[in-house]
């Protein structure tokens, strides 16, 4: 991991935005998407007594990636008619790996959720991230393809290789370089894990000759 590569993209970053992600001249597009939103819909359609009903979790699942910026609307439209075509013990099956990802065990849900999407298709980074960072936007990231191998490539990230396929074996890697990264720069950086990811992707296009 190259920290001092990362340390020399924040000084060069905080030299022109010296208030990070609260000065007015950062980031004006992001302005109109407020996250916070996105969590509060999440913990409410996610919470824990919903899963008695396997088909509202289902449906709060959809609503929330239906409702982040983050996926395509092509991916949105695809998982909306796969939702629609479930059955009664589909969804059960479904909620099931939710539950696990989001309040059991992990691992499970995670490889579960990839396994139940992979048959229409579906198993990506975005569906499968996108939930678990807007219940837990400072401990959980959202993963999106691009910014990922621009960013295992350019702070030289050891031992990790981006496959299209999620795993849960790279998500809990990368999370933790994430993580020693995110520690060792300003806190004005990292508002939550998505601002952080979006202050590398930025500093990797505007400071980075080998991009």
């Known amino acids: 991991m190259n920290i001092k590569k990362l340390k020399d993209y924040e000084a060069e970053?905080?030299?022109?935005?010296?208030?990070?992600?609260?000065?007015?001249?950062?980031?004006?597009?992001?302005?109109?998407?407020?996250?916070?939103?996105?969590?509060?819909?999440?913990k409410e359609a996610m919470k824990k007594e919903n899963f008695q009903k396997p088909s509202l979790v289902v449906d709060g699942f959809f609503k929330v990636i239906q409702k982040s910026v983050f996926v395509s609307l092509f991916d949105k439209l695809?998982?909306?008619?796969?939702?629609?075509s479930l059955n009664s013990?589909?969804?059960d099956m479904l909620s099931i790996e939710i539950y696990e990802l989001l309040y059991g065990n992990k691992k499970e849900g995670f490889e579960g959720l990839v396994e139940f999407l992979a048959e229409y298709k579906l198993a990506k980074w975005t569906i499968i991230s996108v939930v678990p960072?807007?219940?837990?936007r400072d401990d959980e990231y959202f993963i999106k393809p691009t910014t990922t191998k621009k960013i295992i490539k350019t702070f030289e990230l050891e031992d990790l290789i981006y496959k299209p396929k999620p795993s849960f074996e790279f998500y809990e890697k990368y999370t933790k370089a994430l993580d020693k990264m995110k520690a060792s720069v300003d806190?004005?950086?990292?508002?939550?894990?998505v601002g952080f990811t979006?202050?590398?992707?930025?500093v990797i296009e505007t400071y980075d000759e080998d991009k």
Do not use: C, H, R, W
Not at 78 to 84: A, F, G
């Open 133 to 136: 960072y807007s219940l837990k």
């Open 187 to 193: 806190k004005s950086l990292s508002p939550d894990n």
């Open 78 to 84: 695809k998982l909306k008619d796969v939702i629609n």
């Open 13 to 42: 970053f905080l030299e022109q935005y010296p208030m990070g992600f609260d000065d007015t001249n950062f980031f004006p597009t992001m302005k109109s998407f407020n996250p916070l939103k996105l969590e509060e819909f999440a």
């Open 89 to 91: 013990y589909e969804k």
């Open 198 to 202: 979006a202050f590398l992707k930025v």
